[in-house]
C-alpha cells in the first residue's frame, strides 16, 4: 500500500473531571507507537505514584511564569486553583518529524491551541452518561477530598458548556467502545490530504505517465 510522509497530528481529548479522557488516554498510548503523550507542566502537589517528566514536569508557581514569560508555552491554564501548560519546542519537533501527540486538557487549554495551531488540530469533548455516574467515578478514585469531588463537579457545568467547541462529542458510557471511537478518529485526521507530504508529486507523476502512453 502507497503511504505517504505527513505532518504528525494533535489529538486533544477534553472532558469534566472523572468523564473518562485520562482512562482514553492511557489506552491509546498503551497500543499505539506512532503517538507520544504530551507532558504538561504544572503547578500543582505531585501525587505518591506520579513521576517527574514523565506523568508531569512539575514546578514551582515562580518557575511557571518564568516559561510563560519567555513565550516557552503553547498553552497555559488555571484548573482547581493549580497552572497547566504544554511546552513548545517538543510539540513542534515532534509534528515537523510527523509524529502525532495526544493532548489531554481542558477546555481553556484547547482554545488557546486553536489560536495556534488548529491546522493541525483535531479535538474530541468526553461527556459522562449522567452525572450520578460522574460523582461515583470521582469517588472511586479516592484521589480527593469531599469538598475537591464537589468543586469538580460544579466545574463540570461550565466546562460541558463549551462541547459545541470541538470537531467530535463521545458519550463515555463503555471506555472501549469509546476508545475505539477516538482511534477512528485519529485515523481519519492521518489521511487527511493536507497532511500528507510528497502528495503533489505523486499526481503530477502519475499525470507524467499518461502523457507518456
Avoid at 481553556?108 to 459522562?128: H, N, S, W
Wanted: glycine share 6%; aromatic share 8%.
Amino acid at each position: 500500500m502507497t503511504e505517504f510522509p505527513r505532518r504528525g497530528v494533535m489529538l486533544v481529548l477534553a472532558s469534566p473531571s472523572g468523564a473518562g479522557k485520562s482512562s482514553i488516554t492511557r489506552a491509546l498510548f498503551g497500543d499505539d507507537r506512532k503517538i507520544d503523550l504530551s507532558v504538561s507542566v504544572t503547578t500543582r502537589a505531585k501525587r505518591t505514584d506520579e513521576i517527574d517528566g514523565k506523568h508531569y514536569y512539575f514546578r514551582t508557581v515562580d518557575e511557571f511564569e518564568v516559561m510563560r514569560a519567555n513565550g516557552e508555552l503553547l498553552e497555559w491554564a488555571k484548573v482547581h486553583d493549580n497552572f497547566y501548560g504544554t511546552p513548545r519546542a517538543h510539540v513542534e519537533e515532534q509534528l515537523a518529524s510527523g509524529n502525532d501527540i495526544l493532548f489531554d486538557i481542558d477546555f481553556q487549554g484547547t482554545l488557546q491551541l486553536y489560536e495556534k495551531c488548529r491546522a493541525d488540530m483535531v479535538t474530541v469533548f468526553i461527556l459522562p452518561p449522567s452525572i450520578k455516574e460522574l460523582k461515583s467515578r470521582l469517588e472511586r478514585r479516592a484521589q480527593d477530598s469531599a469538598g475537591t469531588i464537589e468543586k469538580r463537579l460544579r466545574n463540570a457545568k461550565l466546562e460541558m458548556g463549551h462541547f459545541r467547541e470541538y470537531d467530535y462529542v463521545l458519550v463515555n458510557d463503555d471506555l472501549e467502545a469509546s476508545t475505539q471511537k477516538v482511534r477512528t478518529i485519529l485515523a481519519a485526521a492521518r489521511l487527511r490530504r493536507d497532511r500528507l507530504r510528497d502528495l503533489d508529486g505523486f499526481v503530477k507523476d502519475l499525470q507524467d505517465q499518461i502523457d507518456s502512453i
